[in-house]
């Protein structure tokens, strides 16, 4: 199983990003997808998930109504569209793949995870 995360950069505080999980080696539609987030100094914390299907989402506090997640079944991949980032946002950002779908905050229900790609917001 592979999940590569990729669409991080350096942007300005207000800007947006996409960024994309491409999965390989596990039937997609068959995980729950989620996004996580770490910050220097920091531990990993929850960011978004997304059922299987797409039906339903969930979002960290601190991102709901600017961060929208996001899955394409047919092309085995999710994305996080971030907007009108924050300094606060800038960390290494991972996509998880988990089986059950329950409890999709906390990251020890997750069963495959992804390298993780750098965003930095910078003022």
């Known amino acids: 199983v592979q999940l590569q995360a990729s669409g991080g950069g350096l942007v300005q505080a207000g800007d947006s990003l996409r960024l994309s999980c491409a999965a390989s080696?596990?039937?997609?539609?068959?995980?729950?997808m989620g996004w996580f987030r770490q910050a220097p100094g920091k531990e990993r914390e929850f960011v978004a998930a997304?059922?299987?299907?797409?039906?339903?989402?969930y979002y960290a506090e601190s991102v709901k109504g600017r961060f929208t997640i996001s899955r394409d079944n047919a092309k085995n991949t999710a994305f996080l569209q971030m907007n009108s980032l924050k300094l606060e946002d800038t960390a290494v950002y991972y996509c998880?793949?988990?089986?059950?779908?329950?409890?999709?905050?906390?990251?020890?229900?997750?069963?495959?995870w992804g390298q993780g790609t750098q965003v930095t917001v910078s003022s």
């Open positions: 080696g596990l039937t997609f539609s068959s995980y729950h």
């Open positions: 998880a793949a988990d089986r059950y779908g329950y409890e999709l905050e906390l990251s020890a229900r997750y069963d495959y």
């Open positions: 997304i059922s299987r299907s797409g039906s339903r989402t």
